[in-house]
């Protein structure tokens, strides 16, 4: 906030003296294009320093659905699940409740800006031991001296791993149970592609007996034309010989 203020002021400072140099050679259009652009500047850093004191106010706001006392933010009994924790807490808290309630995962980083912070409660949740759990389990295992971390905090699932210490799980246990999401759209995708390569197998199956099928009509309709044509021209014969006949 300090150093922007100081920036405003110093801009102000330069464009002041610029303007009382030229003041005296810019013509009325310039002067006010140049006075237009200053307001414009002087409106944009306003706006920089507002928004930068509204982030400032917001993340000292207790969190929705905690209640919050001289530091200590209590959000446990709240029935709160991973997607309804908050993004932030306060900068000067010390302590962090978030037992009994319905997490599964804890979010990255959210307890990583917190240099007051020395105590948290995490059990009595449904942690899934899956993925989402490295960062909690990170914090478990490397927790530093100065914050308190419960150590008993158990895995709910995968079934495998049910009631296991987080901390005690191995990387290759946790990994065993990541489903990336691009591992499943490449299986969609290949299940996808060879749904598309029979559709076209199957088309082409088609259009071979089609074109078997056209070619054996054909045929015997060459065959018919033929033979007609042929009996036609018999008949004809016979009707000539019997009318000469019938002549002599």
């Known amino acids: 906030m300090r150093l922007l203020r100081s920036l405003t002021e110093s801009h102000r400072t330069i464009l002041s003296k610029k303007s009382n140099r030229t003041h005296n050679c810019e013509p009325t259009a310039y002067a006010n294009s140049r006075r237009l652009s200053n307001d414009m500047m002087d409106l944009l850093l306003f706006s920089l320093l507002f928004l930068l ?9 207790c969190p929705h659905s905690c209640t919050c006392n001289q530091g200590h933010v209590n959000c446990s009994h709240k029935s709160l699940t991973s997607s309804m924790l908050p993004s932030h807490f306060p900068p000067g ?77 191995t990387e290759e246990e946790v990994l065993e149970f990541c489903h990336y999401w691009y591992c499943d759209l490449a299986l969609v995708s290949q299940v996808c592609l060879f749904v598309f390569m029979l559709v076209q197998v199957l088309l082409l199956l088609a259009v071979i007996v089609f074109l078997r099928r056209f070619e ?11 033979e007609t044509s042929a009996f036609g021209e018999s008949v004809m014969a016979n009707e000539h010989e019997a009318l000469k006949e019938s002549r002599t």
């Open 216 to 226: 054996r009509l054909s045929r015997e309709a060459r065959r018919t034309k033929v």
């Open 53 to 61: 004191g509204v982030k400032g106010q917001e993340s000292s706001v």
């Open 93 to 169: 808290t010390t302590q962090v409740n978030l037992n009994n309630n319905l997490l599964t995962i804890l979010p990255n980083g959210l307890l990583d800006d917190l240099p007051n912070l020395h105590s948290v409660t995490l059990h009595g949740n449904l942690w899934a031991c899956d993925c989402g759990v490295l960062y909690l389990r990170a914090l478990l295992t490397r927790q530093p001296s100065s914050i308190l971390l419960p150590l008993n905090v158990s895995c709910t699932s995968p079934p495998s791993l049910s009631g296991r210490l987080v901390m005690h799980l």
